[in-house]
């Protein structure tokens, strides 16, 4: 059934609802033609039978035919398998019978008539003429009985086998299949497919009496010419369709193609079959057209036969599925082995005009016969228990009811009754003996006891053998339960359950639908030739009510007051849905309060409500549902932001490693000075700079900034505030204030709102020891001077406020005359306001005081010995900001110091 096509507007909506309500109802009308067709079935079987075996019907006067009518086409009723007393008195096979009893026989509907009153043990007057001759004569004979020669009994057997066995299999099975599943367009192939081989055998109908002799004919005739129609469908449709894309499309046009003659070859065979028993001058010019096209339909007939074992061939060797390849190849085989050998033989027999119980032996054509029984053997072995088609569940339950719940316990009362009466029967026989009676007593009551354990173990090996899904369902729930804690992914979890349920119970379709977002949509589906394009919003009647009750819903479109119709804010788009998903119960997955999806089920197979246990085990399986999502989704997050984090951290070390290279690499040597820097970023990067520049004229420009913020943002700001002051340094050559105010705007306008930049530059001539500085809200540097015992401290504070803040800002320069023993110290707030774990700032004094101590070091072992001072203040605090430090010494000229960082 297609729901693909539902539209959620206006009266599509209402009109995609009743159509599911009315798929949704058992189909009556379906059952009613299938009980109708079922009872002419079996009623033709029965009266076939009746023909067959009179004497099982009590008709103990019944006799043999002595031939039978059979025509070449172009002349009138011919006689075929004579008896032997017809041969002896002339008759032969091929001879035209003109009357019988001095009636004459126009159709075979008169021979038939004489032979329904005829008995055993009449004499019989048939007048013939054979090929060749003008006159007519007449041969008697006494009527024999049915079993009167070998041959004959060899002929009883065989109509056993074609009356009763295979024509029974095929057509219970066929009627079996399409009762459980009427709406299934496969099982009424089937049906048709297998009542093709139940009328293999003669009718004889003619002796049925006027119009059900005539009805009869239809129906064996024309379901024998329609079994290469019935071959050529089903090769392309059981049990799985053919590929109809790519090269295999050319299939379906061919046998739609060849459908067209085979139907019109139908039709013409009907009505030549009905003149035959009518009036058989009435199709003679029929007939002398089938003589004329007898080629054509015999190639139309094996074509028939090639289409259906080919396409069985190719849906092998594209099928991916082991078990649809099991299927088809256990197909494949039973029909070729069953069907075969008596297609070669009637193509023989074709060939050479004869019919193939005279052309060959009784010792050939009885096994053909015969292997037709594994026709209805194979398929009932692939459908029930390879599963081809889904009636595994209502056939336990028939068997179940049958075996467990009745047939076995009537069974065992009948035999308990029987032991019952033998005992009684024996004890008390005046020839028993005491200890014979006491043996018999004794073995009668264990043979009880013995039945009741056997019925029950059948019952048990039957649902175990066959049905273990079913036998097993609420062990596969439970044990599902448990399996779903296991999976942490998404998917495999979906597919778990959703396939479990789907086998376990027989459920047919299962969606699970997500949150994802805002509206509930199908994550996975089972069973539907797409994934519905269905979504529910959060705040809708359908998921609001699963939020509520937090208890499976069920759906019925038939009831009137069901909740899909109760509900105030129920919209026939929202009805029209569950339609599509062709929901009956609809199962929360939820976790405290909140609801991560649900799950919609179709009806079960057999068309039975779920059960109270069915939804003690569905809310149970839901529940951990609900946990293993909320921990997949737990899980994926995790592994999300794991992911990112590792992302993020190749990128920051690939920026750390670029940001490193923006510090000065090399520091020229300077003749009386000895300098270095050292940043250390508190995260992979930072937003501290410094750097040296080599200026004209011998200069040595020196920088140290801190920009606001922390991480990539900040990196970049300090990229572009280098970017900018080595691009205006050479610009502006002495006029440190103007240099300044061009660094500002050139930041100001590359970075963003809120972000700045404290900053000091100063430029240092080597030769007047002259340091020319602006200031740009910067944590003031330090000039450390020795004097005397103690140290003279200078602070560099003129210039302006912080630079990207603001588009124009003011600013001045100072200056400061350096000589022989000062250091220079810059440095960021990161190292001043270094804290210990008692959150404890570690402050100027602190540092002033570690500066002193490192009285004869050089610039380097300063800087180290500095940052270290700071870490043991922190005793292991983290670190809360980037330090940055660079350090300054004026020495003598002749003084060598490595210049580092």
């Known amino acids: 059934m297609e729901l693909s096509g539902l539209t959620p507007t206006g009266g599509s909506e209402r009109l995609a609802i009743s159509q599911q309500m009315a798929s949704r109802r058992r189909p009556t009308a379906l059952y009613v033609v299938l009980s109708l067709l079922a009872a002419l079935t079996f009623a033709y079987e029965v009266r076939l039978c009746y023909q067959q075996f009179p004497s099982w019907f009590g008709n103990h006067t019944a006799p043999q035919r002595p031939f039978f009518l059979d025509t070449d086409g172009t002349s009138p009723l011919q006689v075929s398998f004579v008896v032997s007393p017809l041969r002896q008195a002339g008759v032969k096979n091929g ?101 093709n081989f139940a009328v293999f055998f003669n009718a004889d109908a003619e002796q049925w009496g006027p119009v059900i002799r005539d009805l009869a004919t239809i129906y064996r005739m024309g379901v024998e010419a329609a079994l290469p129609i019935s071959l050529m469908l089903f090769g392309l449709y059981f049990p799985q369709p053919f590929p109809r894309t790519g090269r295999w499309r050319w299939w379906y046009r061919a046998a739609w193609v060849m459908l067209v003659p085979l139907l019109i070859n139908l039709i013409l065979v009907l009505i030549d079959q009905v003149g035959t028993m009518e009036n058989r001058a009435f199709v003679m010019g029929l007939d002398r057209f089938f003589v004329a096209i007898e080629q054509l339909q015999l190639g139309l007939g094996l074509a028939g036969y090639v289409m259906f074992f080919a396409a069985l061939v190719v849906k092998r060797w594209v099928e991916k599925r082991p078990d649809a390849r099991r299927r088809l190849s256990l197909v494949l085989w039973g029909t070729g082995l069953g069907l075969s050998p008596l297609l070669i033989l009637d193509v023989v027999s074709d060939l050479k005009d004869q019919a193939l119980e005279v052309l060959f032996p009784w010792w050939v054509f009885v096994p053909a016969y015969m292997l037709l029984v594994l026709i209805p053997v194979t398929f009932a072995y692939v459908i029930v228990v390879q599963r081809a088609m889904d009636v595994r569940l209502v056939l336990r339950q028939g068997l179940r009811y049958a075996l467990a719940r009745r047939g076995v316990l009537v069974l065992q009362i009948l035999l308990s009754a029987t032991l019952f009466i033998l005992v009684a029967v024996l004890v008390t026989s005046h020839s028993t003996r005491p200890v014979t009676t006491v043996a018999i007593l004794g073995a009668g009551l264990w043979a009880i006891f013995l039945l009741h354990g056997l019925s029950q173990r059948l019952g048990t090996w039957v649902d175990r ?75 809708g009647p359908t998921v609001e009510r699963l939020k509520k009750e937090r208890e499976p819903a069920r759906v019925y479109f038939q009831d009137p007051n069901s909740w899909i119709y109760r509900e105030p804010d129920m919209t026939e788009e929202e009805r029209a849905k569950l339609a599509e998903l062709e929901s009956e119960l609809l199962l929360p997955l939820a976790v405290k309060d909140r609801l991560i999806g649900f799950m919609s089920l179709a009806p079960k197979l057999s068309e039975q409500p779920y059960t109270g246990s069915d939804l003690r085990l569905l809310k149970s399986v839901a529940a951990q549902t609900g946990l293993a999502l909320e921990v997949a989704r737990l899980t994926t997050a995790i592994g999300e932001e794991i992911a990112q984090r590792e992302r993020v951290n190749r990128e920051l070390e690939i920026a750390r490693e670029v940001q490193e290279r923006l510090f000065p690499q090399e520091l020229p040597p300077i003749p009386g000075l000895d300098y270095t820097g050292r940043c250390r970023p508190a995260r992979e990067v930072g937003g501290d700079y410094y750097d040296f520049l080599e200026l004209p004229e011998g200069k040595l420009g020196i920088a140290i900034g801190d920009v606001s913020g922390k991480g990539i943002g900040a990196a970049l700001m300090m990229a572009a505030l280098e970017a900018s002051l080595r691009g205006q340094a050479s610009l502006t050559g002495g006029d440190l204030a103007e240099l300044m105010n061009r660094v500002n705007r050139l930041v100001y306008e590359a970075s963003s709102v809120n972000r700045y930049a404290t900053f000091f530059y100063a430029q240092l001539d080597p030769k007047s020891l002259r340091l020319t500085y602006v200031n740009a809200g910067h944590n003031p540097p330090m000039i450390l001077r020795p004097q005397g015992a103690g140290w003279e401290i200078a602070r560099l504070e003129t210039g302006g406020p912080v630079v990207g803040l603001l588009r124009n800002a003011p600013y001045q320069q100072g200056s400061f005359t350096l000589r022989h023993g000062d250091v220079l110290v810059c440095f960021t707030d990161g190292v001043s306001e270094a804290m210990n774990p008692i959150d404890e700032e570690w402050g100027e004094e602190r540092l002033i005081a570690a500066v002193r101590g490192c009285e004869g070091m050089n610039a380097a072992a300063m800087v180290t010995e500095i940052i270290d001072a700071a870490d043991r203040f922190a005793s292991g605090a983290p670190q809360h900001d980037d330090m940055t430090l660079v350090v300054l010494r004026v020495i003598e000229r002749d003084e060598t110091q490595p210049c580092g960082h």
């Open 465 to 539: 053998r066959f049905f273990r899904e079913s036998y097993d369902a609420e062990q596969i729930l439970s044990e599902l339960g448990e399996q779903v804690r296991t999976i942490v992914e998404t998917q495999p979890l979906l597919e778990t359950v959703a396939g479990r349920i789907a086998e376990s119970l027989h459920v047919p379709r299962v969606a699970v639908l997500l949150n994802s977002g805002a509206p509930y949509r199908p994550a996975y589906a089972v069973g539907y030739d797409s994934v519905p394009a269905v979504d529910f919003p959060a705040n």
């Open 95 to 195: 001879d035209t019978l003109v009357s019988i009893d001095g009636r004459p026989i126009r159709g075979a509907a008169d021979f038939g008539e004489v032979m329904a009153a005829a008995r055993e043990g009449d004499v019989l007057r048939a007048t013939v003429r054979s090929k060749g001759e003008a006159t007519d004569r007449t041969a008697s004979i006494k009527l024999p009985n049915r079993m009167s020669s070998h041959a004959d009994a060899v002929w009883w057997a065989l109509a056993i086998l074609n009356v009763i066995i295979v024509p029974m299999l095929c057509l219970s099975l066929g009627f079996w299949v399409a009762f459980v599943r009427p709406r299934d367009p496969l099982a009424w192939m089937l049906l048709g497919f297998l009542t």
